[in-house]
């Protein structure tokens, strides 16, 4: 499968939470849920259903607790006894249904998302620097963080702190390793810097993109269905008042 | 934006997205997930400090979904509350840390209650929202409930935060405090 | 177009006395200028200014005139300005947003807006002329110490700059990558670029430099000809270290003009008699080794083979050295020892007990294991409390880590420091934290992955020092060295890496004129004089030297 081109995915996606917003609950919203888990799936990121029903399960409950459970009258009997309020009932499934479509495809839009290929389509585009910058440059750091964590953690090993075992041992570990780690992230930030400033990183002006991603037809046409496909449900939904 | 920030940014947002989620996998009853905010915002001022939030929050939705955006606002709050701790010296000693976080918290607590109680009807993530419920379940009405909740978790969640952040600073080693007189200022150096 | 510095002062946030105090140099294109100086003297401080870098990222003031022709290089950005400009940390220089090491190297040029073709060929050329080409498709953060440290040279010259200010470029290297980087350092002088580098191996410099400027406390104390003042006594003064050659010939009280090289070293003791009293190398006690390797092999997850069918032993009281280019498998090895890596195939014995079944957790504090690059891996707020970390952890009362702690910061000059946080000191003293955190808990086995590297003399004297004693006292040592004085002062074994097998295991003597390490004149000398192996024989040189001048 050729990979599309990186805003391809993240338009879908703003347009997918937007329809969520904007479509009719519970009717729209829950039709819209399964399309995205469709769409998902069809894409290779299937694994974003099962990560978004993680999410959305535990709100799902709480949703129908303090609305279902708790909400305020009319309420109707269960026939195993017991009663559920009307109203509440109904904004669980609108709600939960709204927030399930946002959630997937969210993370579908996170499992897809290449923050390389990212950068070299937002340098082509010219987009600012800082924004795309920031935006690859975290997550690579959030990976440094973790390796820095591991260093840290042999480092401290290698002096005899044990780590592995009863859970009351690696309890203890985690202080004396989470202190030390913002420590030196912050330190060596500061030594980045230099490093991020002589690579010509932090420089403001035109750059090249190395490998820029192919925009197909393909691509285009979708954004711009997507974008037509939010502003008719919103045109839709003005007019239907 | 200084090239001081082109490195500091990505490591504090790195701070509060994996901090945050350490807590959350923890179910403790903070979210801790502010730490990377207010410690730009100490050392390097509020538009840092708001930049941090604003990019920890739109990742963070990549993890948890965009739903919960609007506690960006949330974010930028405690940006500009943690300066303005730093200014005053907010973060001298852990009492002094505990105060200022108790007061912000109180803040940020009706902010989130009005976010969450006029965009999600009280239902938002895990550990606040299942307080709310039981306060509801007492027979305290919707409102109530929901804001109650979430200052009681605000005021726990920052008063930690701010003694953690304050420890964080005091410890740091001269050279890097001496490049921050705000920082130095906040710990009473 | 010259870089002049004229009273140029620097004074960092937060710090009462200045870094720099009135330096006056001009660099000029077409010669490659030497910075060293004592510990804390200001080189890497004067290489930040002139590169622009401080005050505008370091904070702290700046005052007197700084010209890069017309212009003062503080109000351009480096690379567009021509500068290049090399940190003294080779792990924290890598960009950290490219996945390969030829996109790392294409950073420079992308970010300056070539057109793609031109970036292509300059990151290809760049990989050639630096001999990385093998590494292009590796991932920068898991390459080895010195193979970072040529990425991190080709990704500067990638972007042709003019003005190259190195700190510390070759602390990381073997000794072809120094040669073929010495090299390149010329060729790029003899093309017409500025290039000052910040050095504290006079043997590195010696045939690259053609002027040496040396810095005391913030202030030139010498400038001019490498050779002569090496050979002379103003050098000694400022507490800067010298060559091999010189620093011997010093100790042998001899008078300047001084032999500054090997051969003249040789030269000037040719007519000795070689009857030299001599004392006997300790021997070694033969017992249970305390570490040892049976037909290791191993590679890493998702890497190519490292390590093949490596079988080696380790006496106490024995100092072996691992020698080996870059890449070899150096660190790998020590990795293993130290149980933090578990063989694919073979076995390793640490302390009798077979790593298979434990971490290093098991080994510390018996085990002491000094990593490359420590300074990434302290976490403790102080000095001391750095020190006090595995004593603690291995259940020693206060008092008892007090008296211990005192002695080996003693041992290794940190006394004075113990109470500050180890960032506040300067890179070397901040990695000798590191080496003294390993000995308070005195370890009968030490693994020591380059205890030398980019230290300034004098700590690089204590930490011979400091191996010796405890080798002389039983200790078993496994150190990994690119540094040839250290390897002969302080090691009397050698194993010898290339490309993941041992290819030499014995005296130290025949290996310590390979690919990674250069021959020490006090080797050279000792085998002219026909002295026995040995760690004592730089004493032995020495006397002999000595004895001879009193003839
Ligand atoms: N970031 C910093 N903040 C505060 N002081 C510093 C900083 N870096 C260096 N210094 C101080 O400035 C002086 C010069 O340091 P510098 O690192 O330039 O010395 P050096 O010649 O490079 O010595 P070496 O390389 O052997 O450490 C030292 O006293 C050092 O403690
Ligand atoms: N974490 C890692 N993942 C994959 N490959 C690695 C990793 N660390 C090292 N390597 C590779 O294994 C080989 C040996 O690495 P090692 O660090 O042992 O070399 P070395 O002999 O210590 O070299 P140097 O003298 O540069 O430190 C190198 O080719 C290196 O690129
Ligand atoms: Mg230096
Ligand atoms: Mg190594």
Same mark, same amino acid.
């Given at each position: ?115 390389? %290929? ?7 585009? %010219? ?16 990976? %440094? ?97 | ?189 | ?551």
């Amino acid at each position: 499968m050729t990979r599309r081109h990186p805003f391809t995915g993240g338009a879908v996606a703003l347009a997918a939470i937007a329809l969520a917003i904007l479509l009719p609950a519970p009717g729209g919203t829950i039709a819209l849920y399964l399309v995205i888990c469709a769409g998902a799936a069809a894409l290779g990121a299937g694994k974003a259903i099962r990560l978004g029903l993680l999410a959305v399960v535990p709100i799902w409950v709480l949703l129908f607790v303090m609305h279902g459970v708790l909400g305020e009258a009319p309420r109707f009997a269960l026939p195993w006894g017991g009663t559920l309020s009307r109203a509440g009932v109904d904004w669980t499934i609108e709600q939960g249904s709204r927030l399930a479509a946002i959630v997937t495809a969210s993370l579908a839009f996170a499992v897809r998302f290449d923050p390389h %290929r990212f950068l070299q389509a937002a340098v082509a585009r %010219r987009w600012p620097w800082s924004a795309a910058f920031l935006l690859v440059a975290t997550l690579d750091a959030a990976d %440094r963080f973790g390796e820095q964590a591991h260093r840290l953690r042999e480092a401290q090993r290698t002096r005899g702190l044990r780590v592995k075992g009863s859970l009351r041992v690696r309890a203890r570990a985690i202080p004396a390793l989470v202190f030390p780690l913002l420590l030196t992230s912050l330190t060596e930030a500061d030594d980045r810097a230099l490093a991020l400033e002589s690579r010509g990183l932090t420089h403001h002006g035109p750059r090249t993109a190395i490998d820029p991603p192919a925009d197909t037809h393909l691509d285009r046409t979708v954004r711009w269905a997507s974008l037509a496909a939010v502003i008719a449900v919103a045109w839709w939904r003005v007019t239907a008042r | 934006m200084s090239p001081r920030l082109f490195a500091l940014v990505p490591a504090a947002v790195a701070i509060n997205l994996v901090v945050g989620r350490i807590a959350a996998e923890l179910s403790l009853p903070v979210y801790l997930d502010t730490l990377g905010t207010m410690l730009v915002a100490v050392l390097t001022g509020l538009p840092g400090g708001a930049l941090v939030g604003t990019v920890s929050q739109l990742l963070a939705g990549m993890l948890s979904g965009y739903q919960w955006l609007p506690f960006v606002v949330i974010q930028w709050l405690i940006a500009l509350l943690a300066a303005l701790a730093a200014g005053r010296g907010g973060f001298a000693t852990p009492l002094r840390s505990a105060i200022w976080g108790a007061a912000c918290g109180v803040l940020c607590g009706l902010v989130s209650a009005v976010i969450s109680y006029f965009l999600f009807r009280g239902v938002t993530a895990g550990g606040v929202t299942a307080i709310g419920a039981l306060l509801r379940g007492l027979g305290l009405p919707l409102s109530t409930a929901v804001t109650s909740a979430s200052v009681v978790t605000d005021v726990l969640d920052k008063t930690v935060a701010f003694v953690v952040v304050g420890a964080l600073l005091r410890a740091l080693p001269k050279r890097i405090l001496g490049r921050f007189p705000v920082a130095a200022r906040a710990v009473g150096r | 177009m010259t870089l002049v510095a004229k009273e140029l002062r620097f004074r960092y946030p937060a710090q009462n006395e200045q870094a720099l105090d009135g330096i006056d140099v001009a660099l000029v294109p077409g010669a490659v200028t030497w910075l060293t100086g004592a510990l804390g003297s200001g080189t890497s401080t004067l290489l930040l200014t002139l590169s622009g870098l401080a005050p505008r990222l370091t904070g702290g003031s700046r005052s007197g005139t700084l010209l890069s022709g017309s212009h003062d290089p503080a109000t351009r950005h480096p690379l567009v300005d021509g500068v290049a400009y090399l940190g003294p940390s080779p792990g924290l220089q890598l960009s950290g947003v490219a996945r390969s090491v030829r996109e790392e190297i294409a950073v420079g040029p992308m970010n300056l807006g070539w057109p793609r073709a031109r970036i292509l060929d300059a990151v290809e050329s760049a990989m050639r002329r630096v001999k990385i080409s093998h590494l292009a498709d590796r991932a920068p953060s898991a390459l080895s110490g010195g193979e970072t440290q040529r990425v991190l040279i080709a990704a500067l010259l990638a972007a042709a700059p003019t003005t190259w200010l190195l700190d510390e470029p070759f602390s990381a290297l073997d000794r072809a990558s120094r040669r073929s980087v010495g090299a390149l350092l010329r060729e790029l002088a003899r093309d017409g670029a500025i290039v000052a580098v910040s050095c504290d191996d006079a043997d590195d410099m010696l045939d690259v430099a053609d002027r040496l400027v040396v810095l005391q406390r913030g202030r030139v104390a010498l400038d001019g000809d490498p050779r002569e003042l090496l050979a002379g006594d103003a050098l000694l003064a400022t507490g800067a270290s010298s060559t091999d050659a010189a620093t011997l010939a010093v100790a042998a009280h001899r008078a300047a003009p001084r032999a500054i090289t090997t051969d003249a070293l040789l030269a000037s003791i040719s007519p000795l008699p070689s009857t030299p009293h001599i004392v006997a190398p300790a021997p070694t006690i033969a017992s249970e080794p305390r570490l040892q390797c049976a037909q290791v092999s191993f590679s890493y997850p998702d890497g190519p083979p490292v390590l093949h069918d490596v079988t080696l032993s380790l006496q106490a009281g024995t100092a072996m050295g691992v020698f080996g280019a870059n890449g070899a498998g150096k660190s790998t090895l020590l990795r293993l020892a130290m149980a933090l890596e578990q063989p694919d195939a073979g076995s390793v014995r640490t302390l009798g007990e077979d790593t298979a079944s434990r971490g290093p957790e098991d080994l510390a504090p018996r085990v002491g294991f000094l990593f490359q690059q420590p300074e990434r891996q302290l976490f403790a707020a102080s000095v001391r409390g750095e020190c006090a970390v595995a004593p603690i952890l291995a259940g020693w009362e206060p008092a008892r880590i007090r008296a211990a702690t005192d002695t080996v910061l003693d041992e290794l000059g940190l006394f004075d420091v113990a109470d500050e946080h180890p960032y506040d000191l300067p890179l070397p003293r901040r990695r000798l934290v590191a080496f003294a955190a390993i000995l308070v808990p005195d370890p009968i086995l030490l693994l020591l992955d380059e205890p030398t590297a980019a230290l300034d003399g004098e700590s690089r004297e204590r930490v011979i020092g400091a191996v010796r004693h405890r080798a002389a006292n039983g200790v078993a040592v496994l150190a990994i060295s690119h540094d040839s004085a250290f390897a002969h002062e302080a090691l009397d074994r050698a194993v010898l890496l290339e490309r993941g097998r041992i290819v030499y295991d014995g005296a130290i003597r025949e290996v310590l004129d390979d690919q990674s390490l250069r021959r020490p004149a006090a080797l050279a000398a000792a085998l002219r004089l026909g002295l026995p192996p040995g760690r004592d024989r730089r004493a032995n040189v020495v006397d002999v030297l000595t004895t001879a001048r009193r003839m």
